[in-house]
């Protein structure tokens, strides 16, 4: 799982997956409170995706990425 986010951009996750899955992603601000989640599916091999966070105040972000099937997880920050 990679994140690419640029301030000035709207951050897009990369994820290659050893098989089809969901993927859960949550987003926190910089005192805890979950702003967005989303929820996707992941086909075997490389997906890309894109999170409109427009309507976020700028700041930090934490960005909680979990697979379901395994219980993978992965934690990002986020710059806005």
């Known amino acids: 799982i990679q994140l690419y986010n640029s301030p000035s951009s709207t951050p897009r996750l990369y994820v290659v997956a050893n098989q089809q899955t969901n993927i859960e ?19 075997r091999g ?24 395994d219980g993978a997880k992965r934690v990002f920050k986020l710059v806005r």
């Open 46 to 69: 490389s997906n890309m995706y894109d999170f409109d966070l427009s309507n976020l105040a700028k700041g930090v972000y934490m960005m909680d990425v979990r697979y379901e099937g």
């Open 25 to 43: 992603i949550r987003i926190f601000n910089s005192i805890g409170q979950l702003v967005k989640t989303a929820r996707y599916g992941a086909n």
